[in-house]
């Protein structure tokens, strides 16, 4: 517990300190106009307070990734904790947040227009189709776990029915303005993931829950030891850390934030808010059966077809709240996915309209754009959701990797502590070069791990050298 309690004050302390200090890097300037005034449309850009941006984003980055990846992940060991913790604060808050706030600077501009800017005309048109595809890919996943959740929950209600409902929802959110829909329906939303994760949170200090401390040792604790800790688990828990579909989120808040001011709160902030839960969610799923082996061998005794993040989620939510807390908090997990694939898709429409250069004001445009996108989420759909899952998982941290340069070279011609993100950056490069080497096949290449190490380490150092070239030569 004093491991636990220690990876959530760190967390809150790296908000104000470290966040501070990414806010005076950037030079965030209160008194500049940002575009939800500048290019006000009443559609994309609209005008919302600072604590209605902050929750829209927290619940459009917290999809499955920090509660599923986190509960798979800490079967890793305590190592799992170490890393939302350093993650969330080095990584993934600095990657939220420098992404948001230069996206506000380039008047809304998409991820692939901002890595374009800043890695070139090639990058750009790779980044264009490689977001767009990852956009509907998490579209689709988005729509097949909370459709499963949802039949559990409501037996009587087929899977098919649910995922009819949850895609006529993507629809309506993509095409409508962002305050009709998005805007009322997540403070609903938002009520049932925060009363989940402090609900939980209270439960694991109530029932004094055996919680691994790092006193445990860092090594690899997961059972199947053909999954190496690195880097299986700095892919397996993502969003709870660091995700590169933040940054397609994050360009969505930056058209409707009011100041610059508030740009450590809602972009730096919610990933704080995110690795919270994930570190809730972590401890219950370590702490619930008693043990770690505990944990392993309830998911190993689970039918192959069964999700089991999603069975362990469901058990201590029931086990630990109550039938009305339970339900809430499954509502909860529920809500946190569907609102990422509502902003997924939409997200979706808006790169698609930027490099098209298609106003998005009639309705009639944003139909001509999105019906084609709907389409090809809905072909995505018929794949079996384990694979768009372990497909979307190393895509999501490989768009990290793109960001994580795009914000060291913006940095770097700014002529400011470019560090901040070039340290995570080759970290990343690192652990995604890596997995895609040792993963099994068909997501991966399946070479053996020693090779993959030493590959990815030589494609990390040539990308490094690139950079520094690159910076001589501007310099």
């Known amino acids: 517990m004093i491991s636990f309690i220690g990876c959530l004050i760190f967390l809150i302390a790296g908000y104000f300190i470290y966040g501070s200090l990414m806010e005076r890097i950037f030079g965030a300037d209160s008194n500049r106009p940002t575009p939800a005034f ?4 009443g559609v994309d850009y609209v005008p919302m307070s600072w604590w209605r941006v902050f929750l829209i984003q927290f619940l459009n980055i917290a999809g499955l990734g920090p509660i599923f990846g986190a509960i798979m992940g800490v079967m890793f060991g305590p190592a799992a904790f170490l890393w939302i913790v350093l993650g969330t604060i080095f990584g993934g808050a600095v990657h939220d947040y420098f992404s948001g706030m230069m996206s506000i600077r380039e008047g809304g501009a998409s991820l692939p227009e901002l890595v374009g800017k800043e890695l070139g005309k090639y990058i750009k048109f790779f980044m264009r189709l490689f977001s767009l595809l990852l956009m509907i890919l998490v579209g689709a996943v988005f729509v097949s776990g909370p459709a499963g959740l949802l039949a559990g929950m409501a037996p009587g209600i087929s899977v098919l029915i649910w995922t009819g409902v949850i895609f006529l929802y993507y629809m309506l959110a993509t095409l409508l303005p962002v305050d009709k829909l998005i805007g009322r329906l997540y403070p609903v939303f938002g009520f049932a993931l925060l009363f989940m994760a402090v609900g939980i949170l209270c439960t694991l200090f109530i029932h004094h829950a055996p919680i691994p401390e790092f006193t445990d040792g860092f090594t690899n604790r997961h059972p199947n030891k053909s999954l190496h800790l690195f880097p299986m688990m700095f892919v397996s828990i993502a969003c709870g850390a660091i995700s590169g ?6 360009p969505i808040m930056a058209r ?8 450590r709160r809602c972009f730096y902030g919610a990933m704080v808010a995110e690795g919270i839960v994930a570190l809730i969610w972590a401890a219950a799923a370590s702490s619930f059966f008693g043990s770690l082996e505990g944990l392993q061998q309830y998911v190993a005794e689970l039918p192959a077809t069964a999700n089991k993040a999603a069975e362990v989620v469901n058990l201590i939510s029931k086990d ?7 339900f809430l908090a499954l509502l909860g997990v529920v809500a946190a996915p ?4 509502d902003t997924a898709l939409r997200s979706a429409r808006l790169i698609a309209a930027d490099f098209l250069r298609i106003d998005q004001k009639p309705m ?10 709907f389409i090809l989420t809905f072909v995505v759909l018929q794949m079996n959701f384990d694979i768009l899952w372990r497909y979307f998982a190393w895509c999501n941290q490989t768009l990290a990797v793109f960001t994580l340069w795009t914000i060291t070279v913006y940095l770097c011609r700014k002529k400011k502590l470019y560090i901040v993100s070039l340290i995570p950056a080759i970290f990343m490069t690192m652990v995604c070069s890596t997995y895609i080497l040792v993963a099994p096949r068909p997501e991966g290449l399946g070479l053996p791990y020693t090779l993959s190490v ?3 380490v030589i494609i990390t150092v040539l990308i490094v050298i690139c950079f520094l070239v690159w910076k001589r030569k501007i310099f």
């Not at 579909?245 to 994050?250: C, P």
């Not at 569907?338 to 694939?341: D, L, P, R």
Request: glycine residues 14%.
């Open 454 to 456: 030493l590959i990815g």
């Open 245 to 250: 579909f933040h940054a397609t989120q994050s």
């Open 320 to 326: 630990w709240l109550g039938t009305v807390g339970g």
């Open 256 to 263: 409707c934030i009011r100041n610059e001011r508030y740009g």
């Open 38 to 41: 500048a290019q006000q449309d």
């Open 364 to 373: 009639s445009k944003r139909l001509m754009i999105s019906i084609p996108i």
């Open 338 to 341: 569907i609102t990422s694939g």
